[in-house]
């Protein structure tokens, strides 16, 4: 299965941007990349997704390498309620179903 | 109104015991997974169901057994229960169209004494 790699953990400071990197070499040409990220005791919570432009929503922007090989997660404005694991996934299609495949995630600290 | 319901919050078992966790969504998608995260935090895929079909099945014991009487809910019934099956299981739903977004549940924490 298709892996990312992320740093263990970052700090930001509040109300500074944050950019979160995030590796996937291995990158097929139809896989999506996802961010989702996990809040103490709670599940998993979508972020944003692309496939190969850049994109952005009311939460963040998804910055996607020309290859494809790499992404970056921006938040602009971090709070302190951003401090969370943030997880780049891969969605892998198959069987007429989607598969995240998660790995280690990056912890984000916000000071304030 | 939550998107995806799990119950129990919090399951607390002993060895051998069969139990049962719900899941439900209210959200009209196609496709519902369990993942599990154990105590690495690693989340993991378990299962995949499309239309009450199972679709993915990660090599997960054969003591798990899902269920998914409609699209809008899918069981996870486990068998024979033993400590290292202890961890938080997360149910999810998604659209079925490639590369939509889940929407997960809060969890079930599972512990096995």
């Known amino acids: 299965d298709a892996k990312t790699t992320q740093p263990n953990s970052m700090e930001s400071n509040e109300e500074e941007p944050v950019h979160l990197p995030c590796n996937h070499s291995?990158?097929?040409?139809?896989?999506?990349i996802h961010w989702y990220r996990q809040l103490p005791s709670q599940g998993p919570e979508y972020v944003i997704h692309?496939?190969?432009s850049n994109v952005n929503n009311r939460m963040a922007s998804l910055a996607i390498a020309e290859d494809r090989k790499s992404s970056t997660l921006i938040l602009h404005r971090a709070t302190l309620r951003d401090a969370a694991v943030y997880y780049c996934i891969l969605n892998l299609y198959g069987g007429a179903t989607n598969k995240l495949i998660f790995g280690t995630g990056t912890l984000l600290a916000v000071q304030p | 109104d939550t998107a995806v319901s799990q119950t129990p919050k919090y399951l607390v078992t002993q060895m051998g015991n069969d139990k049962s966790i719900k899941c439900e969504q209210n959200?009209?998608?196609?496709?519902m997974y369990w993942y599990k995260q154990d105590s690495k935090k690693f989340l993991k895929i378990m299962f995949s169901?499309?239309?009450?079909?199972?679709?993915i099945n990660e090599t997960v014991p054969n003591r798990f057994s899902p269920k998914s009487p409609d699209k809008a809910h899918l069981n996870l019934h486990i068998n024979s229960l033993e400590l290292g099956d202890s961890a938080v299981y997360f149910c999810?739903?998604?659209?079925?169209?490639?590369?939509?977004?889940?929407?997960f549940g809060q969890g079930t924490r599972l512990t096995v004494v």
């Open positions: 959200l009209g998608h196609d496709t």
């Open positions: 291995t990158i097929s040409g139809t896989d999506y």
């Open positions: 169901y499309n239309n009450k079909e199972l679709i």
């Open positions: 999810a739903s998604s659209r079925q169209l490639r590369g939509s977004e889940a929407f």
């Open positions: 692309g496939l190969t």
